[in-house]
């Protein structure tokens, strides 16, 4: 089988890509898609509440976004550089990306906030990320929040007025390099409506790499390699979630494609969801693939050629999808990370 980067291209006007969050969450524009037809409607996103039924099970992924970006400066020439936490190694060594990475050679030194944080470069490993130990008194997490960004990604060039705007509501566990971005789009309030008419909200984690995000650079699909990231299920979101699939009483609805990918990760062959305490996933979806768990999905939308659009191409179809996203750009939709969103029905 042969599958085409290229088949999963369309053309994006520069101005579409949202550069700021709306400030009312759930008033971005929702696009609804007929996986079937490729029947599209045009809504609010509150609107999503009435696409919902009792019964229904809604996944989202309660992972939060640290403020993974770090600016310091060589310590012996005092260069300015750039360090992007993407996983926790476990004893102050993290994997990175760095910029410039030709000044960031194994052995380099950094300072960042006058010494508050120190780091050396211990390696490189796969893609030209470095392992990187850090060096500090007191507590990591507290040296960070003082002096970290928010890792926004790069064609975002404004910068953030309120950096929990980068998460979710419903954000808990540390250890994202990027938010989960359909789930920006959901309120407290909205929530609450969705759960009082009779949808059980399942919580699941999975701690967003920035491998979900690089480009597929091989022009066959099919030898792209994924990044491994973290996820966990707890028995209460399994139980939840296989209760519904066996009973029949509603449909599995992942908010975003990282939860997706979670419960597809968790699964058996049977489709039954297996709770862990950890565990790391490459998975990769794209047409051709059969959902184990997933019945529908809310998304936001995504870049050309990239691994989110083949597996929201995987669920309602190559041409639906491509129509769709020509539909978007002629009704001038908001895209990428602060974009509107897809409910793929």
């Known amino acids: 089988m042969e599958l085409l980067k290229k088949d999963f291209y369309y053309d994006l006007p520069e101005e579409l890509i949202a550069q700021d969050p709306l400030d009312k969450r759930d008033t971005s524009r929702l696009m609804v898609l007929d996986k079937k037809t490729g029947e599209i409607e045009h809504k609010i996103f509150h609107d999503i509440v009435d696409y919902l039924n009792p019964g229904d099970c809604l996944v989202m992924n309660n992972t939060k976004v640290i403020p993974a970006r770090l600016l310091g400066v060589k310590e012996d020439t005092g260069a300015a550089v750039e360090i992007l936490l993407l996983k926790n ?45 850090f060096y500090y008194d007191g507590i990591f997490e507290e040296i960070l929040d003082k002096l970290g960004e928010m890792p926004l990604p790069p064609y975002i060039t404004h910068k953030l007025a309120d950096r929990d705007r980068y998460n979710t509501v419903y954000a808990k566990f540390d250890g994202s390099a990027a938010a989960p971005t359909a789930g920006l789009h959901f309120t407290p309030e909205l929530l609450q409506r969705i759960q009082d008419k009779g949808v059980k909200l399942v919580y699941v984690t999975l701690h967003v790499g920035l491998g979900t995000f690089r480009p597929v650079k091989e022009e066959n699909v099919l030898n792209h390699h994924m990044h491994s990231e973290f996820y966990m299920v707890s028995k209460e979101a399994a139980d939840t979630i296989n209760e519904t699939k066996r009973t029949g009483s509603g449909r599995i609805i992942c908010v975003g494609t990282t939860s ?54 995987a669920l309602a179809g190559r041409e639906n999808v491509l129509n769709a996203y020509k539909e978007a750009v002629k009704e001038r939709y908001r895209f990428f990370s602060f974009g509107d969103a897809m409910f793929l029905k």
């Open 260 to 313: 997706c990918r979670t419960i597809e990760s968790a699964a058996d062959e049977n489709g039954v969801v297996h709770a862990t305490t950890g565990a790391n996933t490459e998975i990769f979806i794209y047409p051709g693939y059969k959902f184990k768990v997933l019945d529908n999905l809310i998304t936001n939308f995504h870049l050309p050629e990239s691994t989110l659009i083949m597996l929201v191409s």
């Open 89 to 133: 190694k476990g004893n102050d060594i993290w994997e990175t990306i760095v910029r410039p990475g030709k000044k960031l050679r194994v052995g380099a030194r950094v300072v960042f906030g006058d010494g508050l944080l120190k780091a050396e470069i211990v390696d490189i490993v796969e893609e030209g990320d470095r392992l990187v130990k």
